[in-house]
């Protein structure tokens, strides 16, 4: 299985800081890769998809980038409500594995 | 409006057995593959199984294969995990989710149910 490598796996920020969360994969996922936040007790929710594009409803203030194994989001201007934590996610292959997560709380 | 809802989770004594549903609607369901994602407490996102829009191929994480067994009645436009022989580590929250584009599998999430309990102990 294609393994993900988040990092970091904590990270503490203000509002209106720009954070920035990284995830690598063990081989060459092209651009197959999406971001979600997930807040406790809620279901994921989509941000980015392939790499780059984001998703419908999603706030410009948050983009991806990145290709073959190293890909990056980057929330800027962080605001209150993106108190949270983000999975990375690869579907290069119908087996699809997930990031460790990266939770972003308040410094 | 598409939407996804999970039921059947609860508690379960190890070794027994128990069926989770997903209800979708708001799709052209037998368009899309539809899969399983658990949340341990307190732990990341683990994919657990897939199927494809016709049912007749699925795919599992090798935790669970050999026990778990997803399927789908596209008449009903539900999704169904059968999990047998369960364990202590199945213990989780379970998601039903659709994947975003049709016709495949390796493709992203982009609808996710609330998800359903599972426990198991005894």
């Known amino acids: 299985d294609i393994q993900m490598t988040q990092s970091p796996s904590t990270l503490s920020a203000s509002v209106g800081d720009r954070v920035t969360i990284n995830c690598r994969a063990s081989?060459?996922?092209?651009?197959?890769v999406a971001w979600y936040q997930q807040k406790p007790g809620r279901a994921p929710r989509l941000l980015i998809y392939?790499?780059?594009t984001l998703g419908s409803g999603v706030p410009s203030r948050f983009s991806g980038s990145g290709s073959e194994t190293d890909f990056t989001l980057v929330i800027t201007n962080l605001q209150p409500d993106d108190f949270a934590t983000y999975y990375c996610?690869?579907?290069?292959?119908?087996?699809?594995?997930f990031g460790q997560g990266t939770k972003v709380d308040v410094k | 409006e598409v939407q996804v809802l999970e039921s059947g989770g609860g508690l379960v004594q190890p070794g027994w057995s128990l069926r989770l549903s997903c209800a979708a609607s708001?799709?052209?369901?037998?368009?899309?593959?539809m899969t399983w994602v658990r949340q341990a407490p307190g732990k990341g996102l683990q994919w657990v199984a897939g199927?494809?829009?016709?049912?007749?191929?699925?795919y599992y994480t090798d935790s669970v294969k050999g026990r778990f067994i997803i399927s789908r009645d596209n008449s009903q436009n539900t999704v169904h995990l059968q999990m047998n022989i369960v364990r202590p580590e199945d213990t989780a929250t379970y998601f039903c989710?659709?994947?975003?584009?049709?016709?495949?599998?390796?493709?992203?999430?982009?609808?996710w149910g609330r998800g359903t309990v599972v426990t198991v102990s005894s």
């Open positions: 392939d790499a780059s």
């Open positions: 989710a659709k994947y975003a584009r049709p016709l495949t599998g390796s493709t992203h999430i982009d609808k």
């Open positions: 996610q690869q579907y290069d292959t119908y087996f699809v594995t």
């Open positions: 081989e060459n996922i092209f651009e197959y």
């Open positions: 708001g799709f052209n369901f037998d368009n899309y593959a």
């Open positions: 199927i494809n829009g016709g049912g007749d191929y699925s």
